[in-house]
């Protein structure tokens, strides 16, 4: 159903390769090199690339570093 499938994309937020470079402060040549590498899940739409916003997120826990406590040892 048409409707459906409009509602769907409707509730993804996506964002473009600046938006993202801008919210992780990296260069815009990072976040294309990302993509480019398929490191970061993107959508070509036309001449450009869109990131859903929750494969962003998705992204960055898959990336997050745990800090590791200092025992002094």
């Not at 919210?23 to 450009?48: D, E, F, M, N, Q």
């Not at 826990?61 to 040892?73: E, I, K, P, Q």
Request: glycine residues 4%; proline residues 4%; hydrophobic residues 40%.
């Amino acid at each position: 159903m048409p409707v459906q499938a409009a509602d769907s994309v409707e509730q993804r937020a996506f964002l473009t390769p600046q938006e993202v470079s801008d919210l992780l402060r990296v260069s815009i040549y990072t976040v294309r090199r990302w993509i480019k590498t398929g490191k970061l899940p993107a959508y070509k739409v036309g001449r450009s690339w869109r990131i859903q916003e929750s494969d962003l997120n998705t992204w960055l826990s898959h990336n997050r570093l745990d800090a590791v406590a200092d025992d002094g040892a």
